[in-house]
């Protein structure tokens, strides 16, 4: 969330603070729990700690928890809980930074087939397929109105598509009617203003792939009893 955007590392160096570089030792980097410990301040130099992390932490664990007792326990969390993780982490960089990085997507879609091809290989085609329709829709989407969508947010369409399968549309449709939702309540609050305000879409995306993760498959199934 912080050195993404950035085009930091990941990987080296270690944790470390981003005011005076002091590295991060473990008893302080444990999540929540250091930060309400060292009172939100770095232990070397006293700066404040941005409270976004420890909230962050906090959505994630939540969103965890409700996978969990949603889906259960089994094999499938193996690519459930990255797919979760990168929705956050996609979200809060994108209401940050307005941006969606490729550093995350890559890994996360290497990551859905790797894992589809280890836990449900038989599925495969199918997540393919609808990975590369979500992108195409968004991508027809962005074409249309480009002030309104970014490629960041085509592809992370294309990567919920390699996840949720056939849950991708209840998705899709679910970013789009909170997005809109948002939009209606921004324009009536600022009115002719709020026209011209950049609204970063990835946390509807977000919202609505933690719809199709937890829900999708049921959604889809109420669809084809009723309407087809």
């Not at 981003?18 to 410990?37: F, G, T, Y």
């Not at 809060?92 to 990085?101: F, K, M, T």
């Amino acid at each position: 969330m912080w050195r993404v955007p950035r085009g930091e590392s990941i990987v080296s160096p270690g944790s470390h603070c981003p005011n005076c570089n002091a590295r991060i030792r473990p008893r302080d980097n444990v999540p929540i729990v250091s930060w309400l410990l060292l009172r939100g301040r770095c232990r070397a130099c006293g700066e404040p700690i941005a409270a976004r992390y420890p909230l962050v932490e906090g959505v994630t664990a939540l969103v965890f928890a409700a996978i969990v007792a949603t889906r259960g326990l089994h094999w499938a969390l193996a690519w459930q809980l990255p797919f979760a993780a990168m929705l956050v982490a996609v979200a809060a960089i994108d209401l940050d930074h307005h941006i969606v990085p490729n550093k995350v997507l890559l890994p996360a879609a290497v990551w859905g087939v790797a894992s589809a091809a280890a836990i449900r290989l038989s599925h495969l085609p199918l997540l393919l397929a609808w990975g590369t329709g979500a992108f195409a829709f968004l991508l027809a989407a962005a074409l249309a109105y480009p002030a309104g969508m970014g490629m960041g947010d085509v592809k992370l369409a294309g990567v919920m598509g390699l996840y949720l399968g056939s849950s991708v549309a209840p998705a899709l449709l679910a970013a789009f009617l909170a997005g809109s939702g948002y939009g209606i309540v921004l324009i009536a609050r600022e009115g002719a203003a709020a026209r011209k305000a950049g609204v970063p879409f990835a946390p509807f995306l977000a919202i609505g792939g933690l719809v199709g993760l937890m829900a999708g498959p049921e959604l889809v199934d109420v669809y084809r009893n009723h309407f087809l």
